[in-house]
């Protein structure tokens, strides 16, 4: 798909993986809308990329609504959207599981990134073309201790994912699920502040590298999946 001149939205994009995506998509000539809860953060990062900022919470339904209608408005078409908005919280082993983590976490990282996904497949079907890239995690492809709350989620987008992959492919709609192993980003951190580099780890650019490159593709094609992993972290 040649880039330029398309719409794209990016949640979370104030910082990390969706930051670094919008400004890569910006650097192609995409039109680039980027959500997020923090309004400092968020009307920063737009204005230091050139996004369009938009103030909304993925979990919330008139937010998702708001999004789509202000897009919509301003665009006769819609092409891309990047759900990269979620978060982990409630590191436990079974049977010290914190359900209000729980509800947090699904919150955002299945049913906003769910709710998101309907809207732009809404358009997308009318248009009959369309892309969907979901951030998932390594943590979707295998569990590991204290990870419940945060791998069961990313196994949920995972699934998510493979049913709108069946769900919208005759309808031209292409859908991406991608992995990302540990990168620096702020993921944890309470204060939202990226965490500095470290020179065996993931970059976000290099998950950004991953979405450009597989939204490049003609559009007769589509890879399903991918995976990225640090080459040697330790």
């Known amino acids: 798909m040649n880039l330029k001149g398309k719409i794209a939205l990016v949640t979370g994009g104030s910082n990390g993986i969706g930051k670094q995506t919008a400004l890569q998509l910006i650097s192609e000539g995409v039109t680039v ?4 809860r923090n309004e400092e953060r968020l009307h920063a990062a737009a204005s230091e990329i050139g996004a369009k900022p ?3 919470d993925s979990s919330i ?3 998702v609504d708001r999004v789509f209608a202000q897009i919509m408005s301003e665009n006769e078409l819609f092409d891309i959207l990047v759900n990269n908005a979620g978060f982990g919280a409630g590191w436990a082993e079974l049977g010290e599981l914190n359900m209000d983590d729980m509800v947090r976490v699904y919150q955002t990282n299945v049913f906003g990134a769910a709710m998101m996904g309907q809207a732009a497949a809404n358009i997308f079907k009318k248009q009959k073309s369309g892309n969907i890239v979901n951030i998932g995690s390594t943590a979707s492809l295998k569990g590991y201790a204290k990870g419940s709350i945060y791998a069961s989620s990313k196994f949920a987008l995972r699934g998510l994912s493979q ?4 769900d919208l492919r005759p309808f031209n709609v292409r859908v991406m699920h991608v992995n990302p192993s540990e990168v620096t980003t702020a993921f944890g951190k309470t204060d939202g502040l990226m965490r500095a ?3 065996n780890k993931l970059r976000p650019q290099e998950i950004a590298d991953v979405i450009v490159s597989q939204l490049k593709m003609d559009n007769r094609g589509f890879v399903p999946e991918v995976t990225v992993w640090a080459t040697n972290p330790w």
């Open 33 to 36: 809308y980027i959500t997020g």
């Open 61 to 63: 339904q008139a937010d």
């Open 163 to 166: 049913c709108w992959q069946a």
């Open 54 to 56: 938009l103030l909304a």
């Open 197 to 199: 580099e470290e020179e």
